[in-house]
Structures are given as structure tokens and as C-alpha cells.
């Protein structure tokens, strides 16, 4: 008897064994993940809670700081300045970037024009914030090209700005109106069209506010880019001071950190206000469309095409100014006195200075950062998505994944520098080495990455998983036989959106970067400050010109691997 029960007994215990270890497996890896989130988010933003309380000494103050932050004229007049700056890009880039989107998808443009018009208008993501900074000065600066149309205004403060955070919200605006308005619901239009109602009428009273979710979320997001962007104040701002220089100022300037993570307290406040608006509002934009909806078809109207049309050439070329006087500048040996046409620029910061070492900093940052950056991510997300019973690991990883995007970057080195920098923190090896830059360039951009990759896990069906635990094959076989090949097409963008944004970072660095990790958007600000405008551009052109390549071999290399493993997409259609 007790023969014929050892082996049932075997058998029983083996697969159940199995389930347990692919379990632990799972929750292992999403517990470090999880607390990667911990040390390299959250703990830092609690350093800068508890410095803004503590004197130089360490000793507890209270509000003191604050206190003293709001009975300074001049630090609360950098708040006020933020404000009114974010508000005014905001009106700006967002009516600019609606009427741009709206020809991308509402007009009967050829679509090559269209292709041509959304690639242009993307450019300024390929570029550092510096970039434009310094372009607006070679055209309206003092010795600028076409400064006589300021007249008597001085391009230096609150005018240089605006029009260069114009230039640098314009393409994120851009992104997100075009998905607001590619989501409208062909079938009110055709209703609209049977009761004989005006063009202008249906414009107002179906497309306005059908798009109302995707134009808050427009403004929520440039607001927030703009209140916390360091590297265009920094170079075109003159003496207006805002928040982020503030910033800057009282840890560099000063070595004030407690003041310093009072103004950081502060510039979190809007970007968290503005985060969790913009959460509420895509939550509303996701559920527009329904299964019945139809997708809306443009019809050619010659004159709204032509007007369409001449006003996203109008802005492409404007783009192509900006990037154009940048390049121009690194071209020439020195403005405005010799404008010879030379590569000395480019010799100087490749071979004949340190900037070369900040260069090849910027390409091991951002090829680190988008191997490593896109295998953390959709890792992570996969196991949130994909496996059962995680009790409180599910709502903490939501939680932090998207707790990022409302920490501006100059906040989120502060904290890095607080918190790593402390000589009784066992992590103080990481300070003043390119991990740190690294980690820090992945967390500041987790959340958008996250978000990609939720959305592609989620079109895939959880039978999946099911069927693969009822054979019994390990979650990891069925995450690289399965969901990665599915997934390739969202795993390459997030690796391809890392490096392009860590290319162009500067906020997040500029805390935390050494003579050794330098990297080229922080040499930018130096090359700037020290008036050689000619290298600064050069190096600038260069981050463009790197992402570009990068982009183009992207989808170059993509569509041979996206042949091989996404071809049972279109069995079905022979």
C-alpha cells in the first residue's frame, strides 16, 4: 500500500514545487526592480523632504527655511516668473501645435507632405534645450541676423524664453493632439453632415470638444516641461530669474542645499498638480472611442487644404531655422567676424579639447541607457501585467513607475545628491561615477517608457500565461518565446526613445556629473559660458546628428527584425 502511495505522493509534489519556483522567480526579480524604484525615486525625494527641515548643521528647523524662502523678494519672484512664463508657452505651443495636428489628420494633404511635415516637427526632441537657446541668440541677440525686428526689445529674459520653450514643447504637444484628434468618431460628423450643418459649426461643437481631453493634457504637459527646464533659462535668460536657476544657483552657487531642496519642494508642487491632471485626463482620452465607433475619413476642401498647408510649411520652416542657424554657427570660424565656412569648430571639440571625452560620455550614457533602460522597463511591466498574486508589489510598482513623470529632473539630481552623497550611506560608492548618471537618466524617464510597454502587453491575451502554466512551462520560456517577439515592436521604441533623450538630458545630470562623466549637454552650458558659441553649437549639432542616425539605422534595422518575428501578422491577410 504505502508502495503504490510514494509515487502519488511524488507526483503531486513535483508540479506544484515547479509553480512555486517560477513564483519566487517572478516576484524576485520584480521585488529588485521594485526596489531599484525605492532607492533611486523615492528615497532621494525623501532626502529632499528632510534636508528643507534641517539647518547647515543637521538640526531640525521646521518651516524655518520656508519661511525665509517666502520673505525673499526676489526667490518669490522667481516663482512668479516661472508661472507666468510656463502660462504664456503654454497659450503659445498649444494653439500652434492644435492647428498643426489638425492638418496631419484632418486635411486630404498628400501623404508624403504629411510624413514630411510630422518628421520635421519632431526634430526639436532630437536636440538639447540648449540648442535652441543658443540659436534665438545668433538670430535676435545683439549681434543677431535679424535683430532689428525686436527693435528696442532685448532677446535676453522672459521674450528669449518663451520662444525657445515654444520651439522645445512644440513636438510633445504635437504628439498628443494628434492622438486626440485621430480618435474621433467618424459617425457624428456624418450626422452632422445630414442636417446640413456648417463646417465651422461641427468644428466648434463636435471637434473642440471631442479633443478636450487630449488639449488639457497638451497644456498640463507643456506647463510642466517649462516651469522645470534648465538649459534655456540657463542660456538665454539674462537676469530674469526663475525657478529652476534658483535651484541651480543655491547648490552650485552657494552650496545652500537645505534652500536649495526648499526651492526643489516648490518646483515639485506644480509638476505634481500638472501630473495628476494629466493622469485624470488620459484616463478620459483612452475611453473615447468605442467598438462601434467608425474612424473619421477627411474631405477635400481645396481651401482649407491650401491655408492647412501653407501654415505647417510655414512652421517647418521655422524648425528648420532654428536647427539650421545652430549648424550654421558650428560652421563658420567665428561670429559674427569671420564667417568663413570651416570644420575648426568640429576638429576643436573632437580632437583638440575635453569635450571629446563628454561626447564619447553622451554615446556610453545613452547606448547603457537604452539596453539596460528598456530591459528594466518592460521587465518590469510584464510582471505586473502578467503574474498573480503579487499582493502589495502590484500597487507599489504602479505607483512608482508613474511617480517620475511628476518629478522635474534638476529635483530628482538634487535628491540624488542629498541622498548618495551622505558619507553614511552604504550606496555613497555609486556618487561621482556614471552609474549613477546612468540610473538616474532611467528613472527620470521610467514612467513614458512604462506606459509603452504596458500598452503593448496589454493587446496581448492573458491565455498566454494560462495555457503556459498549465503545462507547466516556466514564465521566463513563454516570456522570451512569446511575449518579447510580440512585443519587439514597443520594446525597440522604448530603447530608441533612451537614447535620444539621454543624448539631449541635461537637468538631471547637471548635479551629479564629474570631470571624468561629463557628458555633452552639460559641456554645451560650459562652452556657452565661456563664449565660444562656435563649439557650443558644434557639439549641440552633433547630439542632433547622432539621434538622427541613430533613428534612421532604427528603422532600417527594425524592419528586417520586425519581418522575422511579427510576420504572423499578416498570415491571416493572404
Known amino acids: 500500500m504505502n508502495d503504490l502511495a510514494l509515487p502519488r505522493q511524488r507526483t503531486a509534489r513535483t508540479p506544484l514545487a515547479r509553480v512555486n519556483w517560477d513564483d519566487w522567480i517572478a516576484r524576485g526579480i520584480l521585488a529588485a526592480v521594485l526596489l531599484a524604484l525605492v532607492l533611486f525615486l523615492l528615497a532621494p525625494l525623501c532626502a529632499i523632504l528632510v534636508n528643507a527641515v534641517l539647518d547647515r548643521q543637521g538640526k531640525f528647523v521646521g518651516l524655518a527655511h520656508f519661511v525665509t524662502y517666502l520673505h525673499t523678494p526676489y526667490l518669490l519672484q522667481s516663482a512668479r516668473n516661472s508661472v507666468l512664463l510656463a502660462l504664456g508657452v503654454t497659450i503659445i505651443s498649444v494653439p500652434a501645435a492644435f492647428v498643426f495636428a489638425y492638418a496631419l489628420t484632418r486635411s486630404t494633404l498628400p501623404g508624403p507632405l504629411k510624413a514630411a511635415f510630422r518628421l520635421i516637427a519632431l526634430i526639436p526632441l532630437l536636440a538639447p534645450s540648449l540648442l535652441s537657446a543658443i540659436s534665438f541668440v545668433q538670430w535676435f541677440g545683439n549681434q543677431g541676423v535679424l535683430k532689428w525686428l525686436l527693435g528696442n526689445v532685448s532677446i535676453y529674459g522672459a521674450p ?98 537645505s534652500m536649495g531642496a526648499v526651492v526643489g519642494m516648490l518646483l515639485l508642487i506644480p509638476s505634481v498638480i500638472s501630473f495628476l491632471i494629466d493622469s485624470v485626463v488620459r484616463r478620459k482620452l483612452r475611453a473615447q472611442l468605442t467598438a462601434r465607433s467608425v474612424p473619421y475619413v477627411p474631405k477635400r476642401n481645396p481651401w482649407a487644404d491650401f491655408l ?13 531655422a532654428v536647427v539650421g542657424m545652430a549648424v550654421y554657427t558650428s560652421l563658420i570660424k567665428l561670429w559674427p567676424y569671420d564667417l568663413t565656412l570651416s570644420l575648426h569648430n568640429y576638429h576643436t571639440v573632437l580632437f583638440e579639447s575635453d569635450m571629446a571625452q563628454a561626447y564619447r560620455n553622451s554615446l556610453v550614457l545613452a547606448t547603457t541607457t537604452a539596453f539596460s533602460g528598456a530591459l528594466i522597463v518592460f521587465a518590469g511591466a510584464y510582471l505586473i501585467e502578467k503574474t498573480r498574486n503579487l499582493g502589495f508589489m502590484r500597487p507599489a510598482m504602479q505607483f512608482l513607475a508613474v511617480l517620475s513623470m511628476a518629478v522635474p529632473g534638476l529635483v530628482l539630481g538634487l535628491g540624488y545628491v542629498v541622498f548618495f552623497n551622505h558619507p553614511s550611506n552604504p550606496l555613497n560608492v555609486l556618487y561621482n561615477t556614471m552609474i549613477i548618471v546612468i540610473q538616474s537618466t532611467i528613472i527620470h524617464y521610467y514612467t513614458s517608457s512604462h506606459l509603452t510597454a504596458v500598452t503593448a502587453l496589454k493587446q496581448i491575451d492573458n491565455e498566454f500565461e494560462a495555457v503556459s502554466a ?105
Not at 308 to 320: H, I, P, Q, R
Not at 512 to 534: F, K, N, R, W
Open 160 to 257: 528669449g524664453i518663451i520662444i525657445a520653450e515654444v520651439y522645445n514643447t512644440f513636438p510633445h504637444a504635437l504628439m498628443i493632439l494628434v492622438t486626440a484628434l485621430s480618435l474621433a468618431d467618424g459617425r457624428l460628423y456624418e450626422a452632422a453632415s445630414a442636417l446640413g450643418t456648417t463646417n465651422f459649426r461641427k468644428f466648434t461643437t463636435i471637434t473642440l470638444p471631442s479633443c478636450k481631453y487630449g488639449l488639457i493634457s497638451a497644456a498640463t504637459v507643456t506647463f510642466t516641461y517649462v516651469i522645470s527646464d534648465f538649459g534655456a533659462p540657463k542660456v538665454i535668460g539674462g537676469d530674469f530669474n526663475v525657478l529652476s536657476i534658483d535651484v541651480f544657483k543655491q547648490v552650485i552657487g552657494q552650496q545652500n542645499f
Open 470 to 574: 498549465s503545462l507547466k512551462v516556466p514564465f521566463y520560456k513563454t516570456f522570451f518565446r512569446v511575449t518579447l517577439p510580440v512585443c519587439l515592436p514597443a520594446v525597440l521604441d522604448i530603447a530608441r526613445y533612451y537614447f535620444v533623450v539621454s543624448m539631449a538630458t541635461l537637468s538631471c545630470v547637471i548635479f551629479l556629473y564629474t570631470p571624468e562623466t561629463i557628458v555633452a549637454s552639460v559641456a554645451i552650458m560650459h562652452l556657452d559660458d565661456a563664449g565660444d558659441v562656435g563649439a557650443a553649437a558644434a557639439l549641440a549639432s552633433l547630439i542632433v546628428l547622432t539621434s538622427t542616425v541613430v533613428c534612421i539605422l532604427y528603422a532600417l534595422c527594425t524592419r528586417v527584425l520586425l519581418a522575422r518575428t511579427q510576420g504572423w501578422r499578416t498570415l491571416g491577410r493572404h
Open 308 to 320: 492647412l498647408g501653407a501654415y505647417s510649411t510655414l512652421v517647418c520652416v521655422l524648425l528648420l
